[in-house]
């Protein structure tokens, strides 16, 4: 569940990118 979390957050943080690598 540490993938999963830590891609949700990322997406919250870095609103103003497109989804990285």
């Known amino acids: 569940?540490?993938?999963v979390a830590?891609?949700?957050r990322r997406?919250?943080?870095k609103s103003s990118?497109?989804?990285p690598p």
């Open 1 to 3: 569940m540490s993938c």
């Open 6 to 8: 830590r891609r949700t």
């Open 11 to 13: 997406q919250t943080q």
């Open 17 to 19: 990118g497109s989804r």
